[in-house]
């Protein structure tokens, strides 16, 4: 497989989706980062992976279930504990509509 | 010469699991609820949290995907769906996409054009996100995470609907094995069923599909066949104007009739899955399949054709008492209490009480068929009471009220009301001949040959009576005593 190469465009994109504003200087340490994960990452297409069955997991287990029924209660106060900003129980969030 | 459109529809609809807990965590998982009283550490996204999946919303996926026709796939897993916005505390949403949990089935749908099969693409489990107010006040949103993680199934049709009447035949057949199966009581106005409809229009004939719109924010049937008649016009409008047709998320204002885009170029759609490390595989046995497949119960159709075999009713009534699983529950077992009593034409004679009374009843009171709280033995005490004649049938319908409202016990109400019907001749003889001896004049218009007087008179004895005669009787005595000449 071609190597991919890590790109202006691909950086913008990358920052709309992770809603980042970068400065020039940031995105081109970004960028570097970015390239250096995916090349190490090209270095697994040297395995030979023929006889290699591919996995849904990384370990070998399945069907880890809870029964339906309620174990928590209302722990609403330990939970917004960890809110920067709450109001009225709620967590308070930069306004998402215009 | 204007060109001809053919629309093209296809449907994502979520579906709210009726479970007791969320999909990944032992919250609380009913609707409503102070803000953020159901909340964990796993369902607000806090890191170091392990999401352990609820087996109940497997086997309801799997009870789905059976009625639905479709195939299962026997290893499925989860993935994540990653998108940034305050309603997903993750900031990822575990969803299915390599291997959803069932694919390739259909549903059949009646319209007036007659049966059409819709397939259905694929069904998969996620979960939900939590709900957002905006605040006026401080410019600011609130966020209630009750409904984060609250499980669904979505379900997605291939683009084989063509109008609106197709699409709500198809949400409510949807619905109704919904509710037959018990997974979800599929209430559009509380969003435990949401439909995106998928539309685009295309040349009559030319088998070339034009570009899809999505919409969302349909919370009534009303609202999604308005939707789809004003986004059908809108892109004719722009096609007709030799513009094109945006890919594009929109949102229908209901009160205004309009669509407007939701989500700007920023927001393209890329939600870069990836299969959810925390979470295995599930395999789903052929045992496990069989044992679902066992516990399925009769859905709608199989039970209406029974009700016709069985129990001789007519399709149109059939198709009235299996218009909800509840009602139909609640008729099945009038019947059945009636046969025990082993009053004769059980069938017929409850379903009179459900298709005439039940059902007007609830139209009068704006109520739903799931609201319906009597006791089948109170309406089958009714029946039996009025098989022996001792109320008639105004008062049983009376009574029949108060059972409707109050679920009252329908013996002792008539006998602490007094309401049974006089069978003692002695009585309703004396009141017969008091009401003619003071009404000579209409006496002698009726035997002057104005038989129509006749109703006069039998209101008359009724009214002296309080209602508690049977008419028959009433009728019976008169003409007797009016036929014997003016011995009077």
């Known amino acids: 497989m071609a190597k991919q190469i890590i790109d202006d465009t691909i950086m913008e994109n990358i920052e709309i989706l992770a809603k980042l504003a970068l400065t020039c200087e940031e995105r081109e340490k970004a960028r570097e980062k970015m390239q250096e994960m995916l090349d190490y990452i090209d270095k697994l297409n040297e395995l030979n992976t023929e006889e290699t069955e591919p996995l849904a997991h990384t370990f070998p287990v399945e069907n880890v279930f809870r029964e339906d029924v309620v174990t928590n209660g209302n722990s609403r106060d330990a939970m917004l504990a960890n809110a920067p900003k709450s109001k009225d129980g709620q967590y308070q969030v930069p306004k998402t509509v215009q | ?488």
């Open chain 2, 1 to 488: 010469m204007a060109k001809r459109y053919e629309t093209v529809i296809g449907l994502e609809v979520h579906v709210e699991l009726a479970t007791a807990t969320k999909i990944f965590c032992g919250c609380s998982a009913k609707f409503g609820g102070a803000p953020n009283t159901h909340t964990c550490p796993v369902c607000t996204g806090m890191p170091g949290s392990l999401p352990v999946l609820n087996r109940q919303v497997v086997d309801y996926a799997l009870a789905l995907g059976m009625a639905a026709n479709c195939r299962i796939n026997q290893t499925c897993k989860f993935d994540r769906k990653n998108y940034f916005y305050p309603d997903n505390p993750q900031n990822y949403q575990i969803s299915q996409l390599y291997l959803p949990i069932c694919h390739d089935g259909f549903l059949e749908i009646r319209t007036a054009s007659g049966k059409k099969k819709i397939r259905i693409h694929e069904m998969h489990m996620e979960e939900d996100a939590g709900k957002l107010i905006h605040d006026e006040w401080e410019d600011c949103s609130l966020v209630d995470y009750n409904r984060s993680g609250v499980p669904l199934v979505e379900i997605v049709s291939e683009p084989d609907m063509r109008n609106a009447e197709e699409v709500i035949a198809y949400l409510e057949k949807l619905r109704l094995i919904c509710q037959y199966l018990g997974v979800s009581d599929c209430k559009l106005q509380e969003g435990s069923m949401r439909a995106d409809v998928n539309l685009s229009v295309m040349e009559a004939g030319s088998g070339k599909l034009g570009t899809r719109t999505e919409m969302k924010n349909l919370n009534s049937f009303k609202a999604i066949a308005r939707a789809i008649e004003g986004e059908r016009e809108r892109q004719i409008e722009l096609l007709e104007e030799g513009k094109c047709v945006q890919q594009e998320t929109r949102r229908w204002d209901d009160n205004k009739e309009i669509s407007y885009a939701m989500r700007s170029k920023e927001d393209a759609k890329d939600y870069r899955y990836f299969p959810d490390p925390d979470l295995p595989p599930v395999v789903i046995s052929g045992e496990w399949l069989a044992r679902i497949k066992e516990r399925q119960p009769e859905l709608q159709e199989e039970k209406a054709e029974r009700y016709e075999k069985e129990f001789g009713l007519s399709a149109y009534d059939a198709s009235l008492l299996t218009q909800s699983r509840h009602l139909a529950d609640l008729y099945e077992q009038t019947v059945s209490l009636l046969q025990q009593k082993e009053v004769a034409g059980a069938p017929k004679k409850a379903a009179n009480w459900f298709i005439g009374e039940t059902l007007r009843l609830l139209k009068d009171r704006g109520m739903e068929t799931e609201d319906l709280h009597f006791t089948p033995g109170h309406l089958a005490d009714l029946i039996v009471v009025c098989e022996r004649g001792e109320v008639n049938n105004q008062t049983a319908k009376k009574v029949f009220g108060r059972i409707f409202d109050e679920d009252v016990e329908p013996v002792s109400y008539i006998e602490e009301n007094g309401l049974k019907t006089v069978v003692d001749t002695g009585v309703l003889e004396s009141i017969v001949e008091k009401i003619l001896a003071s009404n000579p004049k209409t006496v002698e218009e009726y035997q002057s040959g104005k038989t129509k007087v006749l109703g006069f008179l039998v209101g008359q004895v009724m009214k002296e009576m309080k209602g508690k005669a049977e008419p028959q009787t009433v009728n019976r005595l008169l003409m007797e005593k009016l036929q014997r000449g003016p011995s009077l």
